[in-house]
């Protein structure tokens, strides 16, 4: 996707870096930021936030049932529900991007078919898969027939098959088609010790979204933004200066007794960090800074 393609197909809110030549940086909201409530809810809680631009979790529309209970209601669920809950993201002024789904090892044929569905009943062209090495060449069949990009993501599981280094991310992407991609999440990438601003300069063209989440090392906990590991600012910068056209979720983990203010402070974290402020928590607009939508 050009830049052109990428500015003229996602709106929302758009940051740009303070250095000259900085470009924008699309900054939305995973919604698993704001799984400790429901669908609904979380929709108000982006509004408040101020973001115009998400990625949904799968448990804000799937029931919180069994395994075969689920893998049924998978199956079997009127896919107006999926378009139900875009129309209610559109009548809040929040662009859906992506949808943010599971495809690990367990997952059946008829529950992989139907992720595709579930996401052209969304009306999004791309699916945000946690999944297994295993599982590449199956997700590739169904995505090319489909025709919507699936970009694989990683977790902090350093086990043979896990997404979790650059490597298994090498063996995934190998021979497969255009529609397998990645989903970085560089706080898990941060926990498993390698770098995120490496990782996206090398895979840029193949990354169709990043995760921002901070994490220790070594498999260490969510922390705030900027008191972790994971290179955000760095990540941010990197972005902005070379004009990659990749969107960026902000998926802030941690429980906190207020999620609303933990989330708010993690894209203020970003704006300052674009703004190329020195206060990592800086929560000031510069004026080098620009919103859209």
Not at 45 to 60: D, I, P
Not at 113 to 125: C, N, T
Not at 190 to 208: P, Q, S, Y
């Amino acid at each position: 996707m050009t830049r052109r393609e990428f500015s003229g197909t996602i709106g929302g809110l758009m940051l740009r870096g303070a250095a000259m030549g900085s470009q924008d940086v699309a900054i939305g909201c995973g919604t698993i930021s704001f799984i400790d409530r429901p669908f609904d809810e979380a929709i108000l809680a982006m509004k408040e936030t101020g973001f115009t631009r998400c990625e949904v979790y799968l448990k804000h529309l799937e029931p919180d049932v069994p395994r075969e209970e689920l893998r049924k209601w998978r199956t079997t669920v009127d896919l107006s529900h999926f378009e139900k809950a875009r129309k209610k993201l559109d009548a809040a002024g929040i662009q859906l991007d992506s949808y943010y789904y599971g495809l690990w090892g367990n997952t059946s044929e008829e529950e992989i078919a139907r992720a595709f569905e579930m996401a052209k009943a969304l009306g999004v062209s791309r699916i945000s898969a946690s999944s297994v090495l295993s599982m590449a060449a199956r997700i590739d069949a169904y995505a090319s027939r489909a025709k919507i990009r699936v970009g694989l993501h990683n977790h902090s599981i350093m086990r043979p098959d896990q997404l979790a280094t650059p490597q298994s991310f090498e063996q995934a992407l190998t021979g497969r088609s255009e529609y397998m991609n990645i989903t970085l999440d560089m706080g898990h990438l941060a926990a498993c010790g390698f770098d995120a601003v490496a990782f996206i300069e090398k895979w840029h063209t193949r990354i169709l979204g990043v995760h921002l989440k901070d994490r220790k090392k070594d498999n260490g906990p969510d922390v705030p933004f900027g008191q972790g590991d994971a290179p955000i600012r760095q990540v941010l910068h990197l972005l902005s200066g070379r004009g990659y056209a990749i969107p960026t979720y902000i998926e802030y983990e941690r429980k906190e007794p207020d999620t609303l203010a933990a989330v708010r402070a993690s894209l203020e974290y970003c704006r300052a960090a674009l703004a190329g402020s020195s206060g990592a928590h800086s929560t000031g607009r510069s004026g080098s800074e620009r919103t859209k939508g």
